[in-house]
């Protein structure tokens, strides 16, 4: 009699693990397929092949392919006409043997400043930065909203918890509207590019023609999945409909970040070009182009910056809402949104310089003139704005988990460690941002011996800088682990022992990264110097790792101090996550103009030359300015953004208006 | 006390061992030695 029963309750359990296993492991397999591709192919690597066809990008630099740049490195003509002329004859050639129509690509074209049009009072570049940022603003928000919008909402499903369901509805709403303006910003990016440079996009769309063909049907399934992920949200509810709509998240993010990708390949092939000879000549293959150096790394950093910069505009969308409720449980819920959110932020930034120091480590291993143009040319003051706004990142989010300890009644216990906190994370800041080259007048340079102090001048140096972050991600941590702490009391009996361990974890990480730094900083070479960057972040992570999970078993079965008051939280701590916000966009669009700027003259790195009227880097001033302008535009529109989602649930009644309703 | 001090000193023993083993395989990877040598 029972086994019926036993198999019938089985059942329901037995389909969805089957579903499960399906979906996981044809996703997986795609998502493996990516990255096998090149190593399965690996005669389209583009590193090799690009390495094969110039020696490498700085070999470019030598007499030889000097002459080659400023000559016609092949002359391809048809009655007498250059096919740079006349492009459109280079598309196919008959091959003498077979008969088949063989492509032919024709090389970069040589443009001179005639060849960009101009619409008098509108500066060309100026626009297509504007936009193009904007766009790569409103992108990252809607491609990172999703990723923790399904983590959020596969929290709920294991916890039952409704209010998760809720949150994460609550973020994909906003991303929604964003996504409209998203588009339209990709939109006006392409008619911009077609007005503006139309021989670098037609150069771009004659490599690019596949991804880009793919790239608009890809925005088809993203707007789709979106669409039905959005509206069907209280219709696929409970049981397998519940995981129907899981599945639409994760179709929807799969699609968001392809999308990403594809986008990731025509930016980093003017960077770091491949699968084109020195003339810009396209070989046919266009996997070699999208797979180039630059490829890699940026899709990393770029996958791990947007979570970052998403947690932090839903921070601030939480500290708008809790800003102008009044009432006390709808301040309650978005000060518990708002943590959440900026939880995400936070989580998502501390391995954030990692990836930033990786794409730099590639740059310079595709191009030592780029690397240097990059971190010790004329762009090496725009990171000295960079450290002080990760800086303030950094300090921001700490100054908010601080506030937050407010919610705990148990608070207290940890309050008097927060001034160590402080001023060991100013201290990271002061060294994380000090320049290495001054702007000193005569009499400064006599009264120093040089250029660079003697003791002070390798805190200019990349071995400090990671030390300081490094330790600012550290006393972060702390600040996490404080704030986790700070309602709860541990029940296990060694509780005792596990702090004393986690203390020793730290302190012997602490010196162990201070070591490193400092050693390498001041007595060794760059090699070195260099070298010693891993062993730095490997202790780090090591740190995070062991410390999480001794605190984890430390608190399990804890009992709480009293229930969290959520809403008890200053007014202070809320402008703390717009600073977040404000700070996240300006820093991507500063670091977004450098990523751009390192190529100089070039639209595409010693392949095509850039010659309109602004093929020159422009002051610091003069971009920081664009910069700051654009992100006060993206401010605005993104304040309209919450501003709509509060007229949404505004409610007039027109007594008489209606014939249905008397006056 | 004993229950801090003890626990303390033994973890600090084994995570300094831990991450000077790390720093010497990690640069021994790279082909460097921990001090530097001309």
């Not at chain 1, 504007?130 to 999703?146: R, S």
């Not at chain 1, 490829?295 to 998403?310: D, E, L």
């Not at chain 1, 608070?411 to 320049?435: D, H, Q, S």
């Not at chain 1, 140096?461 to 702490?485: E, G």
Request: charged letters at 10%; one cysteine or more.
């Amino acid at each position: 009699m029972h086994t019926p029963l036993t198999d019938k309750t089985k059942a329901p359990s037995a389909t969805r693990s089957r579903y499960l296993s399906i979906t996981g492991g044809v996703l997986l397999l795609l998502i493996l397929s990516l990255w096998l591709l090149p190593v399965a192919l690996p005669h389209v690597d583009s590193g090799v092949a690009f390495a094969a066809a110039s020696g490498n990008a700085d070999s470019a630099m030598d007499e030889a392919s000097i002459k080659a740049r400023l000559q016609p490195v092949v002359t391809l003509s048809s009655d007498g006409q250059s096919l740079l002329e006349k492009p459109s004859l280079a598309l196919a050639q008959v091959d003498s043997d077979t008969g088949a129509q063989a492509p032919v690509y024709p090389p970069a074209p040589r443009l001179t400043e005639s060849d960009y049009p101009q619409i008098k009072g509108v500066n060309g570049r100026v626009a297509v930065w504007l936009v193009a940022q904007l766009h790569l603003w409103f992108a990252a928000f809607v491609l990172a909203v999703p990723i923790f919008v399904f983590i959020i909402e596969a929290i709920g499903m294991r916890t039952r918890d409704r209010r998760y369901d809720g949150m994460a509805y609550e973020f994909i709403k906003i991303s929604i509207t964003a996504y409209s303006l998203t588009a339209i910003l990709g939109g006006l990016l392409v008619f911009f590019l077609l007005i503006f440079y139309p021989h670098l996009f037609l150069y771009l769309t004659t490599i690019f023609k596949k991804t880009m063909f793919y790239y608009a049907l890809l925005f088809f399934v993203e707007s789709a999945a979106l669409y039905i992920y959005y509206y069907g949200w209280h219709w696929l509810q409970g049981g397998f409909r519940k995981w129907v709509h899981l599945t639409l998240g994760l179709v929807l993010n799969a699609a968001g970040t392809t999308l990403m990708f594809m986008g990731n390949t025509w930016v980093t092939f003017m960077m770091s070009p491949a699968g084109v000879d020195l003339a810009g000549v396209f070989n046919g293959n266009e996997w070699e182009a999208v797979h180039n150096f630059l490829w890699t790394p940026i899709n990393i950093h770029r996958i791990v910056a947007n979570i970052a910069y998403g947690g932090s505009i839903v921070g601030a969308y939480a500290a708008f809402k809790f800003l102008s409720s009044t009432r006390s449980e709808q301040r309650a819920h978005y000060d518990w949104v708002g943590y959440n959110a900026n939880f995400i932020a936070i989580s998502a930034l501390l391995p954030l310089p990692f990836a930033g120091y990786y794409l730099t480590a590639e740059i310079y291993a595709y191009s030592q003139q780029m690397g240097i143009t990059l971190m010790g040319g004329i762009f090496a003051w725009l990171f000295i704005i960079q450290a002080v706004l990760i800086g303030t990142l950094f300090l921001s989010a700490n100054y908010y988990l601080w506030c937050g300890m407010g919610r705990s009644d148990g608070a207290y216990r940890y309050n008097g460690y927060i001034k160590y906190l402080a001023v060991v994370i100013i201290g990271a800041f002061l060294v994380w941002f000090t320049p290495h080259t001054l702007v000193l007048t005569n009499e400064e340079l006599k009264s120093l011996g040089g250029p660079y102090h003697k003791y002070l001048g390798p805190l200019g140096i990349m071995p400090a800088k990671n030390t300081a972050v490094n330790i600012m991600i550290l006393f972060t941590t702390v600040s996490f682990l404080i704030y986790r702490r700070a309602n709860k009391i541990a029940t296990v009996s060694w509780a005792k022992a596990g702090n004393a361990a986690q203390f020793a974890l730290f302190t012997a990480g602490i010196v162990n990264i201070l070591f490193l730094g400092i050693y390498h900083g001041y007595f060794t070479n760059t090699v070195y110097k260099v070298a010693a960057s891993i062993p730095q972040v490997l202790t780090t992570l090591t740190i995070i790792i062991a410390s999480t999970a001794i605190d984890s078993f430390m608190y399990k079965g804890s009992k709480q101090v009293a229930p969290l008051h959520w809403g008890r939280v200053s007014d202070r701590a809320q402008y703390a996550l717009f600073v977040l916000a404000v700070a996240f966009t300006w820093l991507m669009g500063l670091m977004g103009y450098i990523r751009s700027g390192i190529r100089q003259h070039w639209h595409v790195t010693n392949v095509f030359r850039d010659a309109s009227p602004d093929a020159y880097t422009p002051t610091l001033g003069y971009a920081a300015n664009v910069v700051s302008a654009g992100t006060i535009l993206f401010m605005a529109m993104v304040i309209f953004v919450f501003w709509l989602t509060e007229i949404n649930t505004r409610k007039t009644d027109a007594p008489g208006y209606w014939k249905d309703t008397p006056g | 006390m004993n229950n801090f001090i003890v626990p303390f000193v033994v973890a600090l023993l084994a995570f300094g061992l831990l991450f000077i083993g790390l720093d010497i395989v990690i640069m021994k990877a790279q082909g460097l030695s921990l001090f530097f040598h001309q």
